[in-house]
């Protein structure tokens, strides 16, 4: 069945450094791709998406990119902050009202 | 402020036991969803509704019922809850179907069945 997995359950960074989260999905027939921050205690928040006729996205220190040919996403966060630990899902929709989460990726950032 | 407003925030019940998980956005979207969310699982989807009177089964619908009589409100009904059913839940909602936009999540709801 779909599936939107990620590589890594947890990844640790030192503050001001480079984060890198990556997301595999295995429907070739996705078209849109959200990435969501979860804080503790809160509901999924949006950060940035990307629709697969693009392979990159740039947002105020994110980034997204997308690799259609081995069917993998990341989001790549510039100067990692303390506000930035959370639980981050990939997720995917096929054009219909139907959006597929990954299991999540925590990261934690060292002061 | 916008928002999606889910009540109640949290709940202890027992096996059997009927109860409603409110939602309630005021952007006028026309998509709404439920999704529960469990250790390593990620998010799921239960129910959806593309607008008023307009509801299907997501991945997970066994055990639960929606409504969508209004725009603004999105009702996840256990009517006889189970402890499989013990979970965060998230409502959430979209100017438009959930391929051509960003969600908005509820705060959540932790429910435990005794």
């Known amino acids: 069945g779909e599936s939107v997995g990620l590589h890594l359950p947890t990844l640790s960074v030192q503050e001001g450094d480079n984060s890198i989260i990556n997301c595999a999905y295995s429907?070739?027939?996705?078209?849109?791709f959200i990435w969501y921050k979860q804080e503790s205690g809160k509901g999924p928040q949006f950060i940035i998406d990307i629709r697969s006729n693009m392979d990159k996205r740039q947002g105020q220190r994110v980034t997204v990119l997308l690799n259609k040919t081995v069917k993998h996403l990341s989001l790549q966060i510039a100067a990692t902050q303390p506000g930035d630990s959370a639980v981050y899902f990939c997720?995917?929709?096929?054009?219909?009202?139907?959006?597929?989460f990954g299991a999540g990726t925590r990261l934690f950032v060292k002061a | 402020e916008a928002q999606v407003t889910q009540n109640p925030r949290y709940l202890i019940t027992v096996t059997g036991k009927k109860l409603t998980v409110t939602c309630s956005q005021n952007m006028n979207h026309e998509y709404m969803s439920w999704y529960r969310q469990d250790p390593g699982l990620g998010l799921r989807q239960i129910y959806y509704s593309m607008n008023v009177e307009v509801t299907d089964k997501g991945d997970v619908p066994e055990g639960y019922k929606v409504s969508r009589k209004e725009k603004r409100n999105f009702p996840l009904i256990l009517e006889s809850p189970s402890p499989n059913q013990t979970s965060l839940y998230f409502c959430?909602?979209?100017?438009?179907?959930?391929?051509?936009?960003?969600?908005?999540f509820g705060e959540g709801s932790r429910l435990t069945v005794l």
């Open positions: 959430a909602s979209s100017l438009q179907g959930a391929g051509t936009g960003e969600l908005f």
């Open positions: 997720a995917e929709n096929t054009g219909g009202f139907k959006t597929i």
């Open positions: 429907n070739s027939a996705s078209d849109y």
